[in-house]
């Protein structure tokens, strides 16, 4: 009986031990993200007012696991989620020797960025949909992967090559400016007009905005998320 305790003690200490590891480097990457993205917007802000004055680019802090960044009519969430995942055995990244060779790479830390339009937020409009742009996964060594659209310019490289993926100021800056190119270029449609044809009372006071528009959305890319 000892020993089988002895077992679970052990196990529970190694993924714990590992868990909070992963937590702390995520939570170091988002921490720097953050700071880049303001660099960056902040640069942007000075390039785009020599242009158009009237172009706004806006970073937004939101708490410890969120930022925002506004430009145009688009609004870029960005989000770290507190728990660390993992994946079944079948998914492609859990099939790489990288991750074979140690178990303590079987565990991520993950980024989220969404897309959603600006005035959902402004005029708090909840069923309005956001868009996954993509996912960024950081492991115990900081090294990453991003699983995202086609969209993304981001390397072509399997999200099985995280090995050769390390952590770098010059990768989050590409990562959120791949993410700002992805949303300007994820157009706005409007409706059919036999879609708003008949609206009601409730619709009518629930939201003044009485079209619900929906952006194109993105192409998810299978080759890289699965």
């Known amino acids: 009986m000892e020993d089988k305790l002895d077992d679970i003690i052990n196990g529970l200490h190694q993924k714990s031990k ?8 995520t939570k170091e990457v988002f921490n720097r993200m953050k700071e880049i993205s303001q660099d960056l917007v902040a640069e942007l802000t000075e390039r785009i007012t020599r242009l158009d004055g009237d172009v706004l680019i806006e970073y937004k802090n939101i708490g410890e696991h969120e930022f925002q960044i506004k430009f145009s009519g688009d609004l870029l969430v ?7 995942i993992t994946f079944p055995d079948d998914y492609e990244i859990m099939r790489s020797d990288y991750v074979e060779e140690d178990f303590r790479r079987r565990f991520f830390g993950h980024i989220m960025a969404y897309n959603f339009m600006a005035d959902t937020i402004k005029y708090n409009r909840l069923d309005d949909p956001g868009y996954l742009v993509g996912r960024m996964l950081i492991n115990i060594e900081k090294h990453f992967c991003i699983e995202g659209v086609r969209q ?4 072509k490289d399997k999200i099985s090559n995280m090995e050769a993926n390390r952590i770098s100021d010059k990768a989050l800056r590409t990562i959120v400016e791949s993410a700002m190119i992805a949303a300007v270029n994820n157009d706005l449609m409007g409706q059919d007009v036999s879609d708003i044809e008949r609206t009601t009372l409730k619709q009518k006071l629930d939201n003044s905005q009485l079209t619900k528009p929906r952006k ?10 699965h």
């Open 216 to 225: 194109l959305g993105f192409q998810i890319s299978h080759e890289l998320t």
């Open 18 to 25: 590992t868990k909070q590891a992963i937590y702390r480097n």
């Open 78 to 84: 960005f989000v770290m989620h507190s728990n660390i």
């Open 152 to 155: 993304l310019d981001l390397p």
